[in-house]
């Protein structure tokens, strides 16, 4: 992985760009726009994978969780597989057994996973990820469990959404460990994190303990993010982040 280098090295201010506004006006008396220079646009040089990893902590941050180095140089896909997705990623009725075994296939241990897991501190899940979980667990807190029903019914409305974290679902935090303690995981996989098993030890301290939680979120997110990136003349710079080069 030698491309690879850290946004938290600085560049020598010999080596460091211009400014955008030093490029658009360079040489200019007056703020009229110039003309396109000689110069060819900057195309091709950062990857979208590279921007979704840098993207994804910068998010974090802004909603208040920690942050980490984010190591560039990866280089974007050609190909997708479904069937390696369906396979290697797990899905929300997961067991405790397959989201361990599924995250140390990649490298990753199961602190690991308990942390990345808090990443859903933010965000939201449709209705056909947790209607099992809210019509069939034992394990849920029962006012939790109806309030989700009101929006999320025995069938129909596939598609409506839910917040993952009942308290906070727009900050970063450890409050997804504090519902899971009081039994109100949204999904079933969420939920097997604190279930009498391996995880709950771990869980109950981070709902304690949020710097520890941030700690372990920022490791594992580095680790994740190096998992066999394409470097060197692997694959491609995609022009247009939504669709391979034509
Ligand atoms: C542990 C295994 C995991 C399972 C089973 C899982 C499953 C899911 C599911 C089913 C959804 C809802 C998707 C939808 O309704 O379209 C979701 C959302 C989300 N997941 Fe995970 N996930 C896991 C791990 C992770 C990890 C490791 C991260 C990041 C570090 C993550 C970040 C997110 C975020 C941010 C959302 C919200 C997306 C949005 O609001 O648009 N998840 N996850």
Redesign the pocket.
């Known amino acids: 992985m030698a491309p690879f280098f850290s946004t938290t090295r600085r560049r020598s201010p010999a080596r460091r760009p211009p400014s955008p506004t030093k490029t658009l006006f360079a040489g200019s008396k007056s703020s009229t726009p110039l003309k396109p220079t000689s110069r060819p646009p900057c195309k091709a040089t950062v990857s979208c994978a590279d921007i979704l990893a840098v993207a994804a902590r910068d998010g974090v941050v802004k909603l208040g969780g920690p942050s980490w180095p984010v190591a560039l140089g990866r280089r974007d896909a050609t190909t997708a597989s479904q069937s390696a997705a369906n396979t290697d990623l797990?899905?929300?009725s997961?067991t405790l057994d397959a989201?361990v075994s599924k995250f140390a296939a990649k490298g990753l241990s199961a602190r690991d996973?308990t942390a990345?897991?808090g990443?859903?501190t933010?965000?939201?899940?449709?209705c056909q990820?947790f209607r099992s979980r809210i019509y069939n667990d034992a394990n849920i807190d029962a006012d939790f469990a109806a309030i989700r029903q009101g929006n999320c019914p025995l069938s129909g409305g596939d598609g409506n959404l839910a917040a993952?974290d009942v308290q906070t679902p727009n900050q970063f935090g450890n409050e997804y460990y504090r519902d899971l303690v009081s039994s109100r995981g949204l999904?079933h996989?969420d939920q097997e994190l604190f279930n009498n098993g391996t995880q709950d030890a771990l869980v109950t301290q981070y709902s304690r303990n949020s710097n520890l939680f941030f700690g372990d979120f920022a490791a594992a997110?580095v680790k994740m993010g190096a998992i066999t990136p394409l470097t060197g003349t692997s694959g491609q710079i995609r022009l247009n982040c939504r669709a391979v080069n034509p």
């Open positions: 797990p899905g929300p997961s989201l996973m990345l897991s990443a859903h933010i965000g939201q899940s449709q990820f993952l999904l996989s997110m």
